[in-house]
């Protein structure tokens, strides 16, 4: 009897043994990649507000997600250093780690580029692609002015350097790159630690960080990416818009169409498709104006050349109230944005044909607003006609083609012409027009 009892013991432990591991969850790395998903992110071409919202959008939507890893698919020429800086601060702080991928092969990350990507948890690049050129210009892609230039250069250079340095990248390339427009090869960047790793291509890039180790907000993760779960972010019809729109120089443009179309409606009430033209172009403008660092004075002297225009209707200043309209044009539209600079060669055409538009509704308005009134009772003075029965005071006559009765304070015989001197109610008087010559 003992004997049966002990040979069951070893049987029961093992039944108990599989019951538990049946409702232990697996832990550790591959336990959290079948959980878990990589969020893509798309940011080709210039980095502007639009793409900068739509990244930190991203950023923030992934822990929502279930996201184990973002990844930033990037390819840049460079853009505006606002947005650059709001797109490596979501990726500085977000909780999900973010690597920031420069593809596919031809690619770049130039210019911003260079700090979004040092800025990431990894940083990789495929073969064929380069980074660097990040010397700051203006948007026109002209040179700062020199003083202004130190304060700019030494500002980003620092704030680059710092970037890499708490990766622990090479911080003193990427000042260089910032001061000298140095740039390098994917392979080169590798070689010199400005990037942790060549990828060939995106299944590469999450094979090779499978079980790698990064710090985010300074608390070790291992990254689980082995057959893991990919979701591609995709873009709204908001965040297409205001790619587009959000370009300086778009959103300039649109403002100027949008205040000439509103004074056509309002010098020629009726039009309807100039009205319905430029109030979708305001609110096109006014809605990238929250995205850019807009300079009120610039857009309140604009504002000012529109009513100096308007006011050239009313006034006789011999042309000096559009002069005064054009100067205040272009000096708001170079002061318009502070850190973003419409360059001239776009300024200038487009004053240009702005201001031009406005001066050639204003003249016809003015001599529409000058004009002696063709209909209505003020229409019908001075007008001449012809007697059609005789005025003894009273009688008809045929006026502005109707027939209407009549008195004059002399008499004249029928099929003599008169004219129209002053209107009472429904009845004119009139006088014996002046001969011909």
């Excluded at 909780?95 to 260079?114: F, H, K, Q």
């Excluded at 994917?186 to 995106?202: G, R």
């Excluded at 007697?387 to 008195?407: I, K, N, Q, S």
């Amino acid at each position: 009897m003992e004997t049966a009892v002990g040979e069951r013991r070893p049987l029961r432990l093992f039944l108990l043994l599989a019951i538990a591991a049946c409702f232990v969850t697996p832990g550790g790395p591959t336990g959290k990649a079948a959980a878990g998903k990589v969020v893509i992110l798309e940011l080709e071409g210039a980095i502007n507000p639009g793409s900068a919202l739509f990244v930190a959008r991203g950023i923030e939507e992934a822990p929502d997600l279930d996201a184990e890893l973002i990844v930033l698919r990037m390819d840049t020429p460079g853009g505006l250093a606002s947005s650059m800086r709001s797109i490596v601060k979501a990726i500085m702080n977000s909780p999900v780690p973010v690597a920031v991928y420069v593809s596919p092969r031809g690619a770049g990350a130039a210019s911003a580029g260079v700090m979004v990507t040092v800025a990431g948890h990894v940083a990789a690049m495929a073969p064929g692609t380069n980074i660097g050129a990040a010397h700051p210009v203006s948007a026109g892609g002209k040179d700062i002015q020199e003083e202004m230039s130190r304060k700019v250069v030494n500002d980003m250079a620092s704030y680059g350097r710092g970037i890499a340095e708490g990766r622990g990248r090479n911080g003193e390339w990427v000042e260089k790159a910032i001061r000298e427009s140095v740039s390098a090869t994917a392979e080169e960047a590798l070689e010199m630690n400005v990037i942790d790793l060549v990828a060939e291509d995106l299944d590469t890039l999450l094979q090779r960080l499978d079980g790698r180790e990064v710090s985010v907000l300074g608390e070790s993760r291992v990254l689980a990416t082995a057959g893991i779960e990919r979701v591609h972010y995709q873009p709204g019809f908001r965040d297409k818009v205001l790619r587009t729109i959000s370009d300086p120089n778009i959103a300039y443009i649109l403002m100027m169409i949008g205040l000439a179309g509103l004074y056509f409606e309002l010098s020629n009430p009726g039009a309807i498709l100039p009205g319905v033209i430029g109030a979708i172009s305001l609110i096109l403008a006014f809605f990238s104006f929250q995205t850019l660092p807009v300079n009120y004075a610039g857009l309140l002297l604009i504002l000012l050349g529109v009513v100096l225009f308007i006011a050239e209707i009313k006034i006789t200043s011999y042309g000096l109230l559009s002069v005064g309209g054009l100067i205040s044009l272009t000096l708001g539209s170079i002061m318009l944005f502070e850190d973003v600079g419409v360059p001239l060669r776009v300024i200038l055409p487009t004053v240009a044909l702005v201001g031009g538009f406005f001066i050639v509704v204003a003249a016809l308005a003015f001599r529409a607003f000058r004009a002696r009134p063709r209909g209505g009772s003020e229409g019908l003075l001075g007008e001449t006609g012809v007697v059609r029965t005789r005025l003894d005071p009273e009688g008809l006559v045929f006026v502005h083609g109707e027939t209407w009765r009549a008195r004059a304070d002399e008499e004249i015989e029928p099929d003599e012409r008169v004219e129209v001197v002053e209107v009472q109610g429904l009845k004119l008087r009139v006088r014996r027009a002046p001969a011909e010559r």
